[in-house]
């Protein structure tokens, strides 16, 4: 299971290292895939920064259920893009779609390892 994690953690951290410098040096190419650096923009930079060092962390302190928990939300945000960008055919749509089946499969690898503890009442 590590390994998987591991692996899910290491491609939030290898898409997202690029994507949120090119955001810092408000880049052309992330205006064409992103829209304009307005207020929006800004928060998503602050998801992507946030995804980005949680990811970080979990890679030196993999703790599976707060892994699983990062890796269950961007799974739902990213199968969402397609409605919310109102179309597939968006490179950002695409790529999201790909990462979060990827995610998924470590999700389903999380719980059924350690999922009976995950849900344990207090």
């Known amino acids: 299971m590590p390994t998987l994690m591991t692996l899910s953690l290491a491609v939030n951290i290898l898409v997202l290292v690029p994507i949120v410098v090119l955001m810092s040096i408000k880049s052309p190419l992330v205006d064409e895939a992103c829209g304009l650096f307005t207020a929006a923009r800004r928060i998503l930079f602050s ?34 893009t397609p409605v919310t960008v109102g179309r597939l055919q968006n490179p950002v749509v695409m790529s999201n779609l790909l990462i979060a089946a990827f995610h998924s499969a470590t999700l389903v690898r999380i719980f059924s390892t350690i999922g009976e503890v995950l849900f344990a009442l207090g």
């Not at 920064?49 to 890796?71: G, K, R």
Request: charged fraction near 5%; glycine fraction near 0%; include cysteine.
């Open 47 to 80: 998801i992507c920064f946030t995804i980005l060092s949680a990811s970080i962390v979990l890679v030196n302190i993999p703790v599976p259920a707060f892994v699983a928990a990062l890796l269950l939300m961007q799974v739902v945000y990213k199968i969402t």
